[in-house]
């Protein structure tokens, strides 16, 4: 650690505090992590399962974990430095995001997901604080509870945010996957939009009693395997009426509104794929380049090149591979 000089404690999560930190000798600005818990063996580091993640992503959108040290018991997450996280920059904004700076984000967090879930991995805790931000660009962090698609059930252990909880997860349903995650990011885009969370459940029933409010009670129809979940442990979904999404949300277009609904669907096999939202009309002005015309060897850029005259030119038909955000 003493090639690193700590600058400012920049988070305190539920697993560790995080620090910026300069490398003495190449100068790079770094995020360490400092995990609360004493690791006695490397084997024992090895097998988290941020580890274990993040070694198997390689995406731009992904935090990029660099290294890994453990001293004295104390195990150091090295990622490299990202600005501020989604939540600071939703409370220090006076105004609202425009739906084209959502829209980019949003662009960029589904192409992550759709890498990670592709490769096998879902998030399970995404929220805004774990969103990552330096200017346009969009990280998605925090893999402490990320789970491998095909390890074994029951998922019993503690699971994400109250807030963007999925409701499979809240009825404790025992299989649940990637859906929760997608659940997750409509209950973010329609944040951004409002600057107010979705779902601000009190407690798990509340959580429960706020979705009711907003999508109405599940049914037969809805979701019938949530009827199911319910009965199994004695839970009486709360009676109400579904109500207008552009009631809660009043600034997202309609195609926001749609694609929010479409992700908050009660049931999860109801809920779209990271690709197929790619493909959502919210997602038309942005557009796919082909590896060919990439301008940064190393991989992605940011920003299309301009002056191409792309629109229309590359389709977004090769979703999952390379896309952009404009
Ligand atoms: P926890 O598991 O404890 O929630 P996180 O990895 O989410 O830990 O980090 C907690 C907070 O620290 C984040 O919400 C963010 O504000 C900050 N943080 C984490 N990683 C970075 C990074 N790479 N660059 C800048 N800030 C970061
Ligand atoms: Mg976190």
């Known amino acids: 650690m003493e090639r690193y000089n700590i600058i400012t404690e920049v988070g305190d999560g539920t697993f560790g505090s995080v620090w910026r930190a300069i490398n003495k000798e190449s100068g790079e600005v770094v995020a360490i992590k400092k995990m609360k818990k004493k690791y006695f063996s490397w084997e024992e580091c090895i097998n988290l399962r941020e580890v274990k993640s993040l070694r198997r992503m390689n995406h731009p959108n992904i935090v990029k974990l660099k290294e890994v040290i453990r001293e004295n018991d104390m ?30 984000w949003c662009f960029q967090v589904f192409q992550a997901l759709s890498h990670m879930h592709q490769r096998g991995y879902f998030h399970r805790d995404l929220k805004p604080e774990n969103l990552l931000v330096t200017k346009e660009l969009i990280k ?13 059930p029951p998922y019993t252990e503690y ?44 407690s798990e029933a509340d959580e429960i009693y706020k979705i009711c409010s907003i999508l109405g009670t599940p049914n037969q129809h809805t979701w019938a395997g949530g009827l199911q979940l319910a009965a199994s442990i004695h839970f009486q979904f709360p009676q109400s009426r579904c109500i207008s999404l552009s009631e809660v949300v009043p600034t997202a277009s309609e195609d926001a509104l749609n694609l929010i609904s479409w ?64």
Not at 81 to 99: D, I, R, W
Request: hydrophobic share 40%.
């Open 75 to 104: 195990l150091f997450f090295v990622f490299e430095y990202m600005e501020c996280n989604l939540y600071q920059l939703m409370k220090s904004k006076g105004k609202p995001f425009s739906e084209t700076e959502i829209r980019n």
């Open 140 to 152: 998605v962090a925090d893999f402490g509870l990320a789970r491998e698609i095909i390890s074994e």
């Open 159 to 202: 699971v994400s945010t109250r807030w963007y909880r999925a409701p499979e997860v809240l009825l404790q349903a025992s299989v649940y996957s990637s859906a929760v995650d997608m659940w997750a990011m409509g209950a973010i885009i329609a944040e951004l939009f409002s600057h107010r969370p979705l779902f601000p459940g009190s």
């Open 263 to 326: 992700l908050c669907s009660w049931d999860p096999r109801k809920r779209p794929t990271a690709v197929e939202v790619l493909q959502h009309p919210f997602f038309q002005p942005c557009f796919y380049v082909p590896p060919s015309l990439r301008f940064r060897s190393t991989g992605y850029a940011t920003t299309p090149p301009s002056g191409l005259g792309l629109k229309g030119l590359w389709t977004r038909r090769m979703l999952g591979d390379t896309l952009w955000g404009l």
